[in-house]
């Protein structure tokens, strides 16, 4: 039988809020001292008395037991000779060692004796192993490790970010860094975007030192080798501008619409000349035009990349260029990257247009996106494009000699190391950066950098080797730097390189 009682209580008489007064202290209990123990304590003066809270933490120290070491020497070319025997004495000596050959147990004595000898060699191991014991045989160098790091980051101060389309070098060292951008999708471009492009203290990423300020956008920019203070740009519009820092943030002077490229202008490189402010640019047009600085009126000289022969070349049929490329040391040959995969090398001083334009190569499925000699053996040159890179040499016109992998992203641009001739750089879709060393690895690249999760678009390589800049699609660029070994030239790599390619 289940007894069940409930109790009630009204809700207004629990959990009732508390409410604290001020009251006076009471006294529960008090306890008096026994004056009988007074008499078992002893008293001590003085009593220091120490507490302890924390955790009491004890600090051990181990060594290993030290080793004693003695130096001893011995006579190696006299060796341990008998009391009766003479040293000195050749006769005695001579004698004395045909008495020991003779003896029956030489033989085995000297076989006991060379395995302990042999224990005692290979028991000394403290020895530099970096000594260099011969001073006419220079030493090997060892095999560094390839890193690289990203130093600095340059963002487009725009609200709408663009794509950075072209990067630039000063002359003075690489101080500053000219980056131009520009949409070039088509019939992507809104009207109210800027076109404005940045000159940047490399130092200094935080605000750009110069802002251009075209009318239309600008799609490459170049520094004139010499000066510091003057740059060339390819426009959106087909027309080339002429730009002197010292002189503000618009063009000096510009071409004019009519004898300018009808197309975008993809490249514009300084070309060597004797009043230093000669240039020449391309364009998918199909055109190649040569301009002086002083007079941007019109281009000095025009070739149309036509190459089916003929009397005459027809702009119609011409092939889209896509980039340029100019050696100084070889000053009157320049090659042209175009649209459909072709590499076209070109001869200015030829009389006839037959005559100018020398040889063709076809190198990939899609558009030439880099083109670049190796600035140490200019017979040998690079191309981007598709999803491969390919090294090239103008005795062979039938096929490339060297070529990488198909990545699984596509590539988008390339550049030789100004000093170290077996190293490349290429930028992929992807966002990464990679750094080949043809000498060390021809199936991949030595070392692969995750820049950024955008599509790089272009990369431009200091002129010391180290510092490689790139742009990305989002109008950020970055500052990447990599270790000294892919800089440094080493001693047989011309050698090694001669007999690679």
């Given at each position: ?27 529960m ?28 933490l ?52 000297v ?11 290979l ?12 001073e ?9 490790r ?13 609200k ?29 471009r ?19 030192q ?5 009318s ?16 060339v ?11 002197d ?13 009519e ?7 993809y ?23 040569w ?34 490329e ?35 190569y076809t190198?990939h499925?899609?558009p ?18 598709d ?22 992203a ?17 930028t992929?879709?992807?966002?990464s950066?990679?750094?080949w ?47 000294e ?17």
């Amino acid at each position: 039988m289940d007894v069940q009682y409930v109790y009630t209580k009204k809700r207004s008489e629990f959990g009732r809020p508390c409410f604290f007064v001020d009251e006076g202290p009471k006294l529960m209990e008090n306890i008096m001292p026994n004056r009988e123990f007074h008499n078992g304590y002893i008293f001590k003066n003085p009593v220091n008395r120490s507490t302890q809270c924390s955790s009491v933490l004890a600090e051990h120290e181990v060594n290993t037991i030290r080793a004693q070491y003695d130096q001893r020497g011995m006579n190696h070319t006299e060796g341990g000779w008998p009391r009766e025997v003479n040293p000195t004495d050749e006769e005695q000596t001579l004698r004395f060692k045909k008495k020991i050959e003779k003896d029956e147990m030489y033989v085995h004595t000297v076989l006991q004796l060379t395995h302990a000898m042999e224990h005692c060699i290979l028991q000394n191991n403290a020895i530099n192993i970096y000594e260099e014991y011969f001073e006419d045989v220079e030493s090997a160098t060892l095999m560094e490790r390839c890193s690289a790091r990203t130093l600095n980051v340059y963002r487009d101060p725009n609200k709408v970010k663009r794509p950075v389309t072209h990067l630039s070098w000063s002359p003075d060292g690489g101080t500053r860094l000219a980056v131009s951008h520009c949409n070039l999708e088509f019939q992507r471009r809104s009207p109210d975007l800027s076109t404005f492009s940045y000159i940047w203290e490399v130092e200094n990423p935080n605000k750009p030192q110069l802002i251009l300020k075209p009318s239309v956008p600008i799609v490459c920019l170049e520094y004139n080798p010499k000066d510091v203070n003057c740059l060339v740009s390819g426009m959106f519009s087909g027309q080339v501008a002429f730009w002197d820092v010292r002189k503000g943030s618009t063009p000096v002077d510009m071409s004019i619409l009519e004898p300018s490229h009808r197309d975008p202008v993809y490249s514009v490189l300084w070309i060597n000349s004797k009043s230093g402010t000669e240039f020449f640019s391309s364009s998918t047009d199909g055109q190649v035009k040569w301009w002086d600085t002083r007079k941007l009126n019109e281009p000095s000289e025009t070739l149309i990349l036509d190459i089916v022969k003929g009397e005459e070349q027809i702009l119609s049929r011409a092939l889209g260029a896509s980039c340029l490329e100019y050696e100084g040391t070889i000053p009157t040959r320049f090659m042209v990257g175009t649209e459909n995969g072709c590499v076209i090398s070109c001869n200015r001083k030829g009389k006839t247009p037959a005559e100018k334009i020398v040889s063709k190569y076809t190198a990939h499925v899609g558009p030439v996106y880099a083109l670049q000699r190796n600035p140490s053996f200019v017979k040998n040159f690079l191309t981007i494009g598709d999803w491969m890179a390919r090294i090239w040499s103008e005795d062979c016109k039938e096929s490339s000699i060297m070529w990488t992998c198909n990545h699984q992203a596509q590539l988008t641009d390339g550049a030789w190391s100004p000093t170290r001739s077996s190293v490349f750089f290429t930028t992929r879709m992807d966002g990464s950066l990679d750094a080949w060393d043809i000498l060390r690895n021809q199936k991949e690249a030595v070392i692969s950098v995750k820049v950024c999760d955008y599509q790089l678009s272009n990369l431009r390589v200091h002129d010391q080797g180290q510092l490689v800049a790139v742009g990305n699609n989002m109008g950020t660029s970055y500052l990447a730097e990599f270790s000294e070994n892919l800089a440094a030239t080493q001693r047989n790599d011309k050698v090694l390189l001669t007999a690679v390619s």
